[in-house]
């Protein structure tokens, strides 16, 4: 049995959180990149994710999240086509999946799947290591 330590940091893409980002970054084994597929806003700065999750933890194993809050977005609000997400994740080389929020009691098995999905994301950095 293997123990681990997730710890999880929501750097933000606001521009005064720029200088700190970096050092959240450097050291990463791999990378959670979320969007909200109701704020197409989110999905057009990706491209700016990935050159500033390269310069300061190379490349290490991400997968792309898309995330849709139905608690504050109606389902039908969907302003990125799944087939954009795909087409960008393919281009990246990376895995992506979705994540539909319609309670709040499913925040706990959001987190549950999101602790598997980070598993998943240490598997492919051994992989790369040729660790596994």
């Not at 990149?33 to 310069?55: P, S, V, Y």
């Amino acid at each position: 049995m293997v123990n681990c330590r997730l710890q999880l940091w929501d750097v933000s893409a606001q521009p005064h959180f720029g200088s700190v980002r970096p050092l959240f970054i450097q050291g990463s084994t791999g990378a959670l990149l979320f969007f909200n597929r109701g704020q197409h806003k989110t999905f057009k700065h990706m491209d700016n994710w990935f050159r500033e999750l390269d310069q300061n933890a190379g490349h290490v194993p991400r997968l792309l999240v898309a995330l849709l809050d139905a608690r504050t977005q109606p389902i039908d609000a969907v302003e990125v086509p799944r087939s954009e997400a795909e087409e960008l994740a393919l281009d990246y080389k990376m895995p992506y999946f979705e994540v539909t929020l319609q309670e709040e009691t499913q925040k706990d098995a959001y987190y549950q799947h999101l602790d598997a999905t980070y598993l998943k994301l240490i598997d492919m950095s051994l992989e790369k290591k040729g660790w596994s």
